[in-house]
């Protein structure tokens, strides 16, 4: 199990990621990984290695109003380029970050493959962002509800989508997910220590809960669209 941020605000996306997974890599760095979206589409970087390696594969002008990234401690596949996260749908408008174990992941990858989804890596954790397509109407945050009450394991992932920008939503079961707020800007993060350089305002996500973030705050709610307010710390 290693890191996660996600990022969204004002400034370069890419640099506050690329940040925040320097700050996570003592935790581990099979690899690490990043998307960010910009006019409809979001493009993804991600190598084998640590965040130094990813950060000399990012161009220099990789623009992106917000996203998501990764340190990957690996569990299911080996450790390479495409095992790493984020994971993207068939579309490449979908990307995920996910940490944990996805403990029925084959049997969701069998029935999403019958239904002619392919497959680019070994991991448990692209099945998710193939879930999350399968049930996307147009509301990201209800299509990640419908795909997480279908996992078993733990997680705590983030989730994107190219037309829905600045938008991404979080949710967690038994791996560590806390908010970050910030004037115009909010984080996301596995651990508190990747964003405490921008904001001391912190709220902690429990088992079963939700939050979908934008630069001018956020919203909890549990799998059944239940509100839950939570308290700043
Ligand atoms: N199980 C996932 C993988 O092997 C996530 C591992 C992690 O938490 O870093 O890619």
Not at 34 to 63: E, F, H, T, W
Not at 72 to 98: F, L, Q, Y
Not at 110 to 127: A, C, P
Request: with cysteine; aromatic share 6%; proline share 3%.
């Amino acid at each position: 199990m290693c890191g996660i941020i996600g990022y969204c605000g004002p400034k370069p996306a890419v640099d506050v990621i690329l940040e925040g997974l320097k700050r996570l890599e003592y935790r581990g760095y099979d690899s690490a990984g990043l998307s960010v979206g910009q006019n409809g589409s979001i493009d993804v970087v991600k190598k084998k290695g640590k965040v130094a390696q990813l950060r000399r594969a990012v161009p220099k002008d990789m623009g992106g109003q917000w996203g998501i990234g990764h340190t990957r401690w690996a569990t299911h596949g080996e450790v390479n380029d495409e095992n790493a996260h984020p994971h993207c749908d068939t579309s490449g408008k979908i990307a995920v970050v996910h940490n944990g174990i996805i403990e029925n992941y084959a049997v969701l990858q069998n029935k999403l493959k019958g239904e002619g989804i392919q497959f680019r890596s070994q991991t448990d954790s692209e099945v998710i962002a193939h879930l999350i397509s399968s049930f996307y109407e147009g509301d990201l945050e209800q299509a990640v509800k419908k795909s997480v009450l279908l996992l078993q394991g733990t997680y705590g992932l983030l989730v994107m989508h190219a037309d829905q920008p600045d938008v991404i939503v979080g949710a967690r079961n038994g791996s560590p997910l806390v908010l970050g707020l910030g004037e115009g800007e909010v984080f996301f993060a596995s651990d508190v220590t990747a964003i405490l350089g921008y904001t001391k305002q912190v709220v902690y996500l429990e088992d079963g809960e939700v939050a979908v973030i934008n630069p001018n705050g956020y919203h909890t709610t549990d799998l059944r669209d239940n509100v839950i307010d939570k308290q700043v710390e």
